[in-house]
């Protein structure tokens, strides 16, 4: 590892945006290692997503970097290097996953749940309920999470789990979820990565982290191991 | 427990707008709504600061766990960034 910097996704932007684009426009190799360092393990986790194979994830950076390279000359500037890298990116892995015909059980489910309730309607009293319509029912309402200081559950276990969660996740929620909530980009800068409008990009937010809160619920509830 | 629900949002409606709120796009008088109902209910206060926590948790998951590019891949890219600009 470089040891260049504790945060990797963000440490470039301890260059402003001017003087980093000023500086691999004119051939600063100090610059250009650093963000190649510091964006592609964000870039190959996204990738991944895509393509059937860490390997084919991996192509699939370098060859968004040698597109980087090769559009610098013509980057205009629009939007910050960053989010244009990620869109090279986004863009060179949803062309090879249609070559590779990618029908993995991640991706198949990648059409489905983006209607419907996040939350077991079961849990409600129905909406017709002469009483409290659509409130929790007791057997229903979330319990909070409370850690058993014997068994306790133990931080790099509650790590896999979500983990776990994110890689079940369909195709274009985890896409939204690893962006915004892992990676700490800004919700304008992962609609524009991933061409979604304002509002479809907090549905899939929102259907994604409901997922994982689920995943989390089952774990504390001993449901899962 | 949830009591006193009046003339307001009702659970199964509210669990779908947290990311909404989170993200600060609810209208003001939903944003009123949701929150009203939040100081009157146990059940979705919870619900809200679990998706709290969901989203802190998520930014706690390495996101280099995949690797970067190894040295041979940076290389090659250093060599035709070198490439790309002569001097």
């Known amino acids: ?225 | 427990m949830s009591h006193e629900h009046g003339a307001d949002m009702a659970c199964i409606d509210l669990v779908e707008l947290v990311t909404d709120y989170l993200e600060d796009a609810l209208g003001p008088e939903q944003r009123e709504l949701f929150e009203a109902h939040m100081s009157t209910c146990d059940g979705c206060r919870v619900y809200v600061e679990q998706i709290r926590e969901t989203r802190d948790r998520l930014g706690r998951v390495p996101p280099d766990r995949a690797g970067g590019l190894p040295p041979v891949a940076r290389q090659e890219l250093l060599d035709a960034f070198r490439a790309e600009n002569p001097h």
């Open chain 1, 1 to 225: 590892m470089s040891g260049l910097a504790d945060d990797p996704v963000r440490a470039p932007e301890s260059y402003t945006e001017d003087d980093l684009l000023r500086r691999l426009r004119s051939g600063d190799e100090q610059a250009f290692d650093r963000v190649v360092r510091t964006w592609s393990p964000s870039m190959r986790r996204m990738a991944r997503g895509f393509v059937s194979t860490d390997a084919s994830a991996q192509e699939c950076v370098q060859d968004a970097w040698l597109g980087v390279i090769k559009g610098l000359a013509s980057f205009e500037g629009r939007s910050t290097l960053r989010t244009w890298a990620f869109r090279i990116l986004v863009n060179i892995a949803k062309t090879r996953a249609v070559r590779e015909h990618r029908t993995t059980p991640l991706s198949s489910l990648a059409a489905e749940d983006e209607t419907g309730p996040t939350v077991d309607p079961s849990r409600f009293r129905p909406r017709d309920d002469p009483e409290r319509p659509g409130t929790w029912t007791s057997a229903g309402e979330p319990r909070p999470w409370e850690t058993d200081p014997e068994t306790g559950a133990l931080s790099g276990e509650l790590r896999d789990v979500v983990s776990a969660a994110v890689e079940a996740l369909p195709a274009r929620q985890r896409e939204v979820v690893v962006l915004r909530d892992i990676q700490g980009f800004g919700s304008e800068e992962v609609c524009e990565i991933l061409g979604l409008t304002a509002q479809n990009q907090r549905v899939l937010l929102h259907r994604g982290r409901a997922r994982v809160r689920a995943a989390l619920e089952a774990y504390y509830a001993g449901e899962s191991t």
